[in-house]
């Protein structure tokens, strides 16, 4: 298969607060709940990753959504929206001494969440939304790209440019399945070289979202939750530069994404797992 790779780059390093991640820095965790579904398990949530990944000695960012806009129905629990969602993640950053990470879905909220967050995802659906990334762009924050379902590895370099036109290099790719088929996604693992290679940036696999049935369920999403462990030991393997996975206590009472949702209490021995991965194919990087 013609990749249309162009120029070689070697993967730079993107720096926010303590943190470093790619360019052989250690493998990031970002993790969270799909959404803030209330203050106190969010807050419970956020602790237990920390005090995880505190003891693995792994980096860690904390996500969760304020407000899920692209939901499969009307009816669908969106979260508490950005006044409120950001507050409680304002508290967590503050009293927890967490770096956090959501995601906007429109230009009008892109100052506030830059005020509070480190890094401001765009979600895969909006993507190639040109003035909407630039705007985000121009917020001078981290910027994680989630991969449109509907693009192919190299296109990521389109995306990443126009970001970098307005002089932002702070710059995360993440890969989370492409389609295959209705309600179905698949991985391509020769996409995270591609996107490094192709764009010079770090790539996050998101092994949560790329286990996610879209729509399967009618009026929600389904997923294969016992599948991501699977991928994520994967994407480690094939040189991703973190993970992104989503979690919650019960995944099978939360109020969104559950059924592609880790339970909080497997996390640890997955991410042990991940890590022993890691060096066996980073050996000069132990972490």
């Known amino acids: 298969m013609e990749t249309h790779l162009g120029n070689i ?16 820095a250690p493998l990031l965790l970002i993790a969270g709940p799909c959404v803030i579904e209330t203050p106190e398990i969010t807050f419970e949530i956020a602790s ?3 005090a995880i990944t505190a003891e693995l000695e792994i980096p860690f960012v904390f996500k969760a959504s304020y407000d899920k806009a692209n939901r499969t129905s009307i009816h669908s629990f969106r979260g508490p929206g950005p006044q409120k969602g950001l507050r409680i993640l304002g508290r ?4 927890l001494d967490l770096p956090i990470l959501s995601d906007v879905h429109t230009a009008n909220e892109i100052d506030a969440a830059a005020d509070m967050l480190d890094i401001i995802q765009i979600p895969a659906f909006l993507c190639r939304q040109t003035d909407f990334v630039l705007a985000v762009a121009r917020s001078g924050i981290t910027v994680n790209i989630k991969k449109g379902q509907f693009l192919a590895p190299w296109d990521v370099a389109n995306i990443a440019e126009k970001i970098t036109s307005v002089g932002n290099q702070r710059i995360l790719l993440t890969e989370r399945g492409s389609m295959f088929g209705y309600n179905n996604l698949v991985v391509d693992f020769r996409g995270i070289k591609i996107m490094q290679e192709k764009t010079g940036f770090p790539v996050i696999f998101d092994a949560t979202h790329s286990v996610q049935l879209p729509g399967g369920d009618g009026t929600s999403s389904g997923g294969q939750r016992e599948f991501a462990p699977i991928l994520a030991k994967a994407a480690v393997a094939a040189g991703a530069d973190g993970i ?7 995944p099978d009472k939360a109020l969104c994404d559950g059924p592609n949702s880790l339970k909080l209490d497997n996390v640890a021995e997955l991410l042990k797992t991940l890590k022993t991965i890691r060096a066996a194919v980073a050996p000069g990087n132990p972490k």
């Open 9 to 24: 780059m070697t993967a730079s390093t993107v720096t926010f607060g303590k943190i470093s991640v790619g360019n052989g």
């Open 48 to 50: 237990r990753l920390k």
């Open 244 to 250: 992104f996975i989503e979690v919650h206590p019960d």
């Open 92 to 95: 967590i950053k503050s009293e």
